[in-house]
C-alpha cells in the first residue's frame, strides 16, 4: 500500500507543480465476519441500522464497525 501511496503523490506531483495538492487515504473492508448482536430483554437481536461501534471491541485507534 506504500508504494500506492507514493504513486498517487507523484502523479498529483505531476498535475500541478507549483501547488501541494492534499488527498485523503481511506480504506473500507465490507467482507466481515464480525457479528455484532445487543441484548434486548435476554434476546440477541440485530443492532438498530446506522449503529456506529468505534471503541471496546475495535483493536486500532481509527477503526469502526457501522450497521447498515
Do not use: W
Not at 506504500?2 to 467482507?31: G, H, T, W
Not at 445487543?38 to 468505534?54: E, F, I
Request: hydrophobic share 40%; proline share 4%; net charge positive.
Amino acid at each position: 500500500m506504500k508504494n500506492e501511496i507514493s504513486q498517487i503523490k507523484e502523479a498529483l506531483r505531476k498535475k500541478s507543480d507549483s501547488v501541494d495538492i492534499p488527498f485523503c487515504f481511506v480504506m473500507v473492508n465490507k467482507r466481515i465476519k464480525t457479528k455484532l448482536v445487543v441484548n434486548q430483554n435476554g434476546r440477541l437481536v440485530n443492532p438498530q441500522p446506522g449503529t456506529v461501534l468505534d471503541h471496546t471491541v475495535t483493536g486500532k485507534f481509527f477503526d469502526f464497525y457501522m450497521v447498515a
